[in-house]
């Protein structure tokens, strides 16, 4: 079955700092991929996503790049900043209109100042 | 994308009870989905509830104590039933974009404690 396995946490980095938490899946066919946000104290968030090989997703200086070949979609950022700390949720969904996710574990980012 | 929320945002409940979560959408929307997260962990699917059928459960929940009903386009309701500790959770909606992609939203989450 599908599965996503994600970079274990907590990660923690200073402000400014060069972000990657490394995502890969195991699917089916062609699965879109995805990464969603969860602030401290708040729902989930879409981020950012990529339904196809080789597509970039970005939003608020996140990047992912969907990469069949090695079937993985790492979430970088250039400098983070404390405002990022929350915890991150790599997903995919392997069957286009029964939209059903599949998550990896989280990964708990803080940021220092 | 769809506004939507929840009620009661959390609640602490007693062993042996059930508890109903709402969720309500601001558009209306083919499929609904319910996940739980349980303390520490990932979201993991309970099921897909769309409107004029059974909900379609994952594997390991089972209708009799995860009950839901889909009466119209906008709204669902989860019921966790006959309560334990190990419920504890919180328990999320989401609904998908309407087929344009397999994008999901999601509620703000219903925190549960069972004591």
């Known amino acids: 079955g599908d599965s996503v396995t994600q970079m274990e946490g907590p990660v923690t980095l200073s402000e400014e700092a060069f972000l990657t938490i490394n995502c890969t899946y195991t699917?089916?066919?062609?699965?879109?991929l995805f990464w969603y946000v969860q602030y401290p104290g708040e729902g989930l968030q879409l981020l950012l996503k990529a339904t196809k090989a080789d597509d970039k997703g970005s939003n608020k200086g996140f990047e992912a790049t969907y990469r069949k070949e090695t079937t993985s979609f790492h979430l970088e950022k250039g400098s983070v900043q404390v405002s990022d700390s929350a915890v991150y949720f790599c997903a995919l969904s392997s069957n286009f209109g029964n939209e059903k996710l599949t998550f990896g574990t989280g990964t708990r980012l803080t940021i220092i100042p | 994308s769809a506004v939507i929320s929840q009620k009661p945002s959390r609640d602490i409940c007693q062993r042996g009870t059930s508890l109903t979560i709402q969720c309500q959408v601001d558009?209306?929307?083919?499929?609904m989905f319910w996940y739980r997260q349980q303390p520490g962990q990932s979201l993991t699917l309970i099921a897909t509830a769309n409107q004029g059928s059974e909900a379609t459960y994952e594997s390991g929940f089972v209708i009799d104590k995860f009950p839901i009903s889909r009466p119209n386009l906008t709204f669902s309701t989860l019921t966790v039933s006959n309560m334990s500790p190990e419920d504890s959770s919180i328990y999320l909606c989401?609904?998908?974009?309407?087929?344009?992609?397999?994008?999901?939203?999601f509620g703000p989450g219903t925190r549960l404690t069972v004591l």
């Open positions: 699917a089916t066919g062609y699965p879109s």
């Open positions: 989401s609904v998908g974009d309407g087929g344009t992609t397999d994008t999901q939203y």
């Open positions: 558009s209306q929307v083919t499929m």
